[in-house]
């Protein structure tokens, strides 16, 4: 079974703390993401990556970092952490076909459930 | 980047089929369709995924018209387990996909 591993899932962070949430990833797959998700809003885009050192803006990659140094590992990174960035953040893997950069099945991690007080 | 249009919620009696429909208008030719299904304080599960035409796996069927500019995501019998939010996407060639707001199913007895 492919497993996505998030570090925690539950983080308590004071505002301005810097914080890394830890995504690990057992299947080789190409492509990580990070989204959060907040009642009423769905699942937003973060950051994603398509490979090692690799990264691209998602929608809302404002306040957000993210690092890739190896495949099956993605971080992301709350500079300053602040009280908006109080939110369920999920992560997920996927494999790409035939050479092109398109998502075959994700699989998410449990989320890590993140209060900035 | 595609946006998708789905409903907000809907209701359903167990054993009953269901329909959940998404617009997706901007399709580009080389996206795919996918939809996932989510339950609280999990993360969302792939349920399927398409082109054109139909595909049918042993949870759900996907229906494409020619246009595909809309889809139907069907469920077959559903039970009081399939109580969930479902969401369409439309994945780009460039690897990125974007979630709509999905559509909360309420299965009740």
């Known amino acids: 079974d492919v497993k996505v591993t998030q570090s925690s899932r539950y983080l308590v962070k004071r505002t301005g703390e810097k914080v890394f949430l830890e995504c690990v990833q057992d299947?080789?797959?190409?492509?990580m993401f990070w989204y959060r998700q907040d009642p009423g809003l769905g699942l937003r885009l973060i950051y994603f990556?398509?490979?090692?050192?690799?990264?691209e803006k998602g929608d809302i990659p404002e306040g957000y970092s993210v690092s890739r140094e190896k495949k099956e590992r993605f971080s992301l990174i709350l500079e300053s952490a602040s009280t908006n960035q109080t939110s369920m953040y999920l992560c997920?893997?996927?494999?790409?076909?035939?050479?092109?950069?398109?998502?075959?099945?994700?699989?998410f991690g449990q989320g890590t459930r993140l209060t900035v007080v | 980047l595609a946006k998708t249009t789905q409903p907000i919620s809907m209701d359903s009696y167990e054993g009953q089929e269901v329909n959940i429909t998404c617009s997706h208008n901007?399709?580009?030719?080389?996206?795919?369709i996918t939809w996932y299904q989510q339950f609280p304080s999990q993360g969302p599960r792939f349920i399927i995924q398409?082109?054109?035409t139909k595909v049918t796996n042993e949870v759900a069927s996907l229906f494409i018209p020619a246009d595909r500019k809309s889809s139907t995501l069907s469920l077959p019998r559903v039970s009081l387990s399939d109580t969930a939010v479902y969401y369409c996407?439309?994945?780009?060639?460039?690897?990125?996909?974007?979630f709509g707001d999905g559509t909360t199913l309420t299965v009740k007895p």
């Open positions: 299947m080789d797959h190409e492509n």
């Open positions: 398409g082109y054109k």
């Open positions: 997920a893997s996927s494999s790409i076909i035939q050479g092109v950069r398109l998502n075959t099945e994700a699989f």
């Open positions: 901007n399709i580009a030719t080389n996206d795919y």
């Open positions: 996407l439309v994945n780009t060639n460039a690897g990125k996909s974007t």
């Open positions: 990556s398509y490979d090692v050192k690799m990264k």
